[in-house]
């Protein structure tokens, strides 16, 4: 039979316009929160971190969204670039446990 | 800092052979993650190591994979027999003590024909 996938959920900007990337999570104990960038044939770049404790925080040229209670995850690159074009990893660590649990994948992609 | 270490970069072997993947963490760390990644499952997590032992293996497919630790600077993970559905993106992942945050190397690109 046919092999599917996953369907990446796929996201096209403009250069130089912003990008918000979503993600939702399912276990209300989850008390932080990760994303991850990744380039083709190279392995997931940390970007920023979020803890349950907050709801908002700010990198260069990214910010981060928590809203606990629809459980959802954002991630916003200000100013977007060429070189911002990649797969977003949004992952969650649960309670004491020391792992990461990865979402599915936004496929970003940067139009000149 | 080297980072993560991951060899080989690409590994190309026939069904029912030994593969053995290896993962230098970055010095310091005291976890140590395998992860897989394909398209049809995404990034999923094999196994992890806390100061070498094994903590969670409930990832590892079967008894066909297999992980040591037996060191705090060297990891491998290890198929036999491989076969054609064991091809994917392996990653190995290092995580310091006192952060949440891992530090992934840069995979291991496996084929079994």
Known sequence: GESVGLHLPTLSVQEGDNSIINCAYSNSASDYFIWYKQESGKGPQFIIDIRSNMDKRQGQRVTVLLNKTVKHLSLQIAATQPGDSAVYFCAEKRGSARQLTFGSGTQLTVLP | ?113
Request: some cysteine; hydrophobic content about 35%.
């Open chain 2, 1 to 113: 800092d080297a980072g993560v270490i991951q060899s080989p970069r690409h590994e190309v072997t026939e069904m029912g052979q030994e593969v053995t993947l290896r993962c230098k963490p970055i010095s310091g760390h005291n976890s140590l993650f395998w992860y897989r990644q394909t398209m049809m499952r995404g990034l999923e997590l094999l196994i992890y190591f806390n100061n070498n032992v094994p903590i969670d293996d409930s990832g590892m497919p079967e008894d066909r994979f297999s992980a040591k630790m037996p060191n705090a600077s060297f990891s491998t993970l290890k198929i036999q027999p491989s076969e054609p559905r064991d091809s994917a993106v392996y990653f190995c992942a290092s995580q310091a003590a006192t952060n949440e945050k891992l530090f992934f190397g840069s995979g291991t690109q496996l084929s079994v024909l």
